[in-house]
């Protein structure tokens, strides 16, 4: 308690000495703040975690925050995007970037909408989507996470045992994601 008066008083003296300005030359210098994720990884381009958090929690159903922004996952066969068959497009959630066509979708039977490319994909160069992989050990093995490049939310994971002609299978919770039909 002695330690916290101590600081306590120091922050009062000090609120109410008088502020001398810096030189113009440090005054103009901007400090960036480091976001830093669940993953422990920093990025100089985000804001800081604290403050996002609390609008994704207004914006998001609870199950939507704990899948996308927890790293959740939904129980198979309870998506709402699981049997959709309408053409469209799939988006994120949090952010609504594009991130898979219905034409790539497919029913593998594992309970979660699957799909074999994200949008925009290239020959196999997915540096046009808006999906990240990052490697993700949290379930015991090696794997890899799909997160949506704008926001950061976590949308499922790729595996190496889907169809022709990619071979993948993004295998992504459906409320991570919104469709938006094709207009006709």
């Avoid at 169809?163 to 459906?174: D, E, K, L």
Wanted: hydrophobic share 30%; proline share 7%; aromatic share 10%.
């Amino acid at each position: 308690m002695a330690r916290f008066l101590s600081r306590f008083s120091s922050l009062l003296i000090k609120a109410t000495a008088p502020r001398r300005t810096l030189p113009a030359v440090k005054n103009s210098l901007k400090r960036v703040r480091p976001f830093y994720t669940n993953s422990g990884l920093g990025s100089l381009t985000r804001y800081d975690d604290t403050a996002v958090e609390i609008d994704w929690k207004k914006k998001l159903t609870p199950e939507q925050y704990y899948v996308t922004r927890e790293k959740g996952t939904e129980l198979p066969f309870s998506g709402i995007y699981l049997n959709n068959t309408e053409a469209g497009h799939y988006h994120c959630v949090c952010c609504e970037a594009p991130l898979f066509s219905s034409e790539t979708k497919y029913n593998p039977g594992t309970g979660w909408p699957s799909f074999y490319e994200a949008q925009g994909t290239c020959d196999r160069d997915e540096s046009n989507t808006n999906i990240l992989r990052r490697p993700d050990n949290s379930l015991g093995s090696a794997g890899t996470e799909v997160l949506c490049r704008q926001c950061d939310a976590h949308l499922g994971h790729v595996f190496d045992d889907g169809p022709q002609p990619t071979g993948q299978r993004f295998c992504i919770n459906s409320v991570a994601l919104t469709f938006k039909p094709t207009s006709k």
